[in-house]
């Protein structure tokens, strides 16, 4: 099964995509974990992109669409993939489609998470992540139990995100609402796309996911019917 999570920066995609991950033993790929992790090995790639990422701006859809494109050909996707932030322009999607044409594997399902800004705001300035697992916390709504420590691998260093601080979050925004937005009705014409709303608790918002997974058309229902 092939996944992409829309939705604007803070509206909880990388989250749901672990989860989603667990429930169906498919891939998770996130193009902005890619692109952080060719800025912290000092890449080319990674050098064209950082300037741009830290004004809260999109990194140009060659870029992504070459590394996405040979992400998706590692043996963990055979059995699909979740996207979270990719697609993020409609050029990057109609290259999807391409890609996915020719091995046969087209999207099955997009899920937005709609969330409204204000909330986005606060979501996104206050998280911060351990610099040793990755385990995700928030000022607010997650601290760690024990103030300093990490409550997965007990380090005591975090990090934040230099794109998270409020002024480039505006800046993710006007990018979702102008450049991402416009996939909406790319996949609702496709009857691929679900609405879910993002601002319920983390388990409620999977049992949406779940449940509206269940309502898109079958593929391969009438080439089933003709072998029978
Ligand atoms: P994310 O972690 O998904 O919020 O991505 C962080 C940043 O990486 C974004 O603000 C963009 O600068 C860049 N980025 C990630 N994915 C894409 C994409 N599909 N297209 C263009 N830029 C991207």
């Known amino acids: 099964m092939n996944i992409i999570l829309l939705g604007p920066p803070g509206a909880g995609k990388g989250t749901q995509a672990k989860g989603l991950q667990l429930r169906h033993g498919i891939a998770q790929i996130s193009t902005g974990d890619m692109l952080r992790a060719e800025v912290a090995a000092g890449t080319e790639v990674g050098r064209r992109a950082k300037e741009i990422m830290d004004r809260g701006e999109l990194v140009s859809d060659e870029i992504i ?19 979270d932030g990719f697609p993020r322009t409609v050029p990057q999607a109609e290259a999807l489609d391409v890609l996915l044409e020719k091995r046969g594997t087209p999207i099955d399902a ?49 990090i934040r995100r230099p794109d998270d601080k409020r ?62």
């Open 65 to 83: 669409i070459a590394m996405l494109g040979s992400r998706i050909e590692k043996p963990d996707c055979a059995h699909g993939f979740i996207l």
């Open 110 to 158: 997009v899920i937005e998470l709609r969330v409204n800004d204000e909330v986005l705001i606060e979501r996104i300035a206050g998280r911060f992540s351990c610099a040793k697992c990755g385990a995700s916390y928030h000022d607010t709504f997650k601290r760690p139990k024990a103030e300093g420590t990490c409550d997965v691998c007990g380090a005591h260093d975090f």
């Open 167 to 228: 002024e480039v979050v505006s800046a993710r925004l006007v990018a979702y609402n102008n450049q991402t937005a416009p996939l909406l009705p790319y996949y609702e014409a496709q009857d691929r796309l679900r609405i879910v709303d993002g601002l319920a608790d983390i388990e409620e918002v999977a049992g949406e996911i779940e449940a509206a997974l269940e309502t898109l058309p079958k593929r391969g229902v009438s080439h089933a019917l003709t072998q029978s």
